[in-house]
C-alpha cells in the first residue's frame, strides 16, 4: 500500500511576516485618516512600514545611549531626547514628550496662571481707558 506523499507545508519568508498585529494597525488607520476599504495589501505593507520606522527609531535612541554610557539599557527618556533633538521627528513631540517630574509641572501650571492673571489685568485696564 502506497503512502500518500505529504506535502511540507509552505513556509513564509521571514520577511513576509510581521510582529505587530494587523488587526490593530487597521484599527489605528481607519481612525486617523479618511480610508475607504484597505486591502490586505496595504495592511501588509503599513504594517511593515510601521515595524520598519519603530525599529530605526529604537535604533537610533539605543545608539545614542550607547555613546553616552557604553551598556545603557534604552529607556523612555533616550527616545524623547532622540524625538526633541531631531528635526525629521518633531512630529512626535506631542506623543513622545520629555518627561517632567510633578513639582515640575506644577510650577509651570503656577507660572501659567499669574501670566494669565497679569494678561487679564492689562487687558481689563485697556477697555478701562477705552471708555
Given amino acids: 500500500m502506497m503512502e500518500p506523499k505529504t506535502q511540507p507545508p509552505v513556509e513564509r519568508p521571514p520577511s513576509a511576516e510581521t ?21 490586505n495589501e496595504v495592511l501588509f505593507m503599513m504594517t511593515k512600514c510601521t515595524e520598519l520606522f519603530v ?38 513631540l506631542q506623543i513622545v514628550p ?16 499669574s501670566a494669565g492673571s497679569d494678561d487679564d489685568e492689562e487687558s481689563e485696564s485697556g477697555s478701562e481707558s477705552d471708555e
Fill in 19 to 39: 510582529f505587530l498585529p494587523s488587526s490593530r494597525v487597521r484599527t489605528i488607520m481607519k481612525s486617523s485618516m479618511d480610508t475607504g476599504l484597505i486591502t
Fill in 55 to 92: 525599529r530605526h527609531l529604537a535604533g537610533a535612541a539605543y545608539t545614542e545611549a550607547f555613546h553616552q554610557r557604553p551598556g545603557e539599557t534604552l529607556k523612555y527618556e533616550h527616545l524623547s531626547q532622540l524625538v526633541n533633538k531631531s528635526k525629521n521627528l518633531e512630529f512626535l
Fill in 98 to 113: 520629555e518627561k517632567i517630574r510633578v513639582h515640575e509641572f506644577k510650577e509651570m501650571l503656577r507660572l501659567n496662571r
